[in-house]
Antibody, heavy 117, light 112 residues
Framework: QVQLQESGPGLVKPSETLSLTCNVSGGSIYSHYWTWIRQPPGRGLEWIGHISYSGSANYNPSLKNRVTISVDASKSHVSLRLSSVSATDTAVYYC???????????WGQGALVTVSS | DIVVTQSPDSLAVSLGERATINCKSSQSVLYSSNNKNYLAWYQQKPGQPPKLLIYWASTRESGVPDRFSGSGSGADFSLTISSLQAEDVAVYYCQQYYSTPYTFGQGTKLEI
């Protein structure tokens, strides 16, 4: 049973960089894509981007050049960095694993990140 | 981007009755080479992450009760709960994974 656990600072100042890590356990990080999705409080879901175990990444153009997703297969970690944050980036950030297509069959519990001075 | 629109935004159904949620995409998500619809459904309860219910538009995820079913093709899809149970109260989302950026519907809140 794959388990995903997000971790990182819960409070980030405006214009700074949000950094989160997803620890993957109970399964192999290989042969899958790993995705970050966010959900502003009381709102819907937004796909941020994904990365393969080999490091091939794809991002949501709405986040322009602010987002970077990386993978450390040796540590079974997937990381998210979002630069130049503002209040609109306040959200619960989820790490998820792709199924046999790019739907998401395992999710972490999510990490709430608040952007505020 | 493919825009995914759900209807209705909220729905109240009596226990034991049928609930149907609709999902429309701005373009077809049917991939002709494999005849698969790239659409999934999720259930989200308060304070929890979304849970995968249905993928490929009609394939039920392991462990999901058979009262949940997905149907449709091309750009029009539905999620049906055949006999509503109290534990089905949640927000339901559809998601297209035909092309990036993958996009979700706005959600449908299902109440008793």
């Amino acid at each position: 049973q794959v388990q995903l656990q997000e971790s990182g600072p819960g409070l980030v100042k405006p214009s700074e960089t949000l950094s989160l890590t997803c620890n993957v356990s109970g399964g192999s990080i290989y042969s899958h894509y790993w995705t970050w999705i966010r959900q502003p409080p009381g709102r819907g879901l937004e796909w941020i981007g994904h990365i393969s175990y080999s490091g091939s990444a794809n991002y949501n153009p709405s986040l322009k050049n602010r987002v970077t997703i990386s993978v450390d297969a040796s540590k079974s970690h997937v990381s998210l960095r979002l630069s130049s944050v503002s209040a609109t980036d306040t959200a619960v950030y989820y790490c998820a694993k792709d199924g046999s297509g790019f739907f998401f069959d395992y999710w972490g519990q999510g990490a709430l990140v608040t952007v505020s001075s | 981007d493919i825009v995914v629109t759900q209807s209705p935004d909220s729905l109240a159904v009596s226990l034991g009755e049928r609930a149907t949620i609709n999902c429309k995409s701005s373009q077809s998500v049917l991939y002709s080479s494999n005849n698969k619809n790239y659409l999934a459904w999720y259930q989200q309860k308060p304070g929890q992450p979304p849970k995968l219910l249905i993928y490929w538009a009609s394939t039920r995820e392991s462990g999901v009760p058979d009262r949940f079913s997905g149907s449709g093709s091309g750009a029009d899809f539905s999620l049906t709960i055949s006999s509503l149970q109290a534990e089905d109260v949640a927000v339901y989302y559809c998601q297209q994974y035909y092309s990036t950026p993958y996009t979700f519907g706005q959600g449908t809140k299902l109440e008793i």
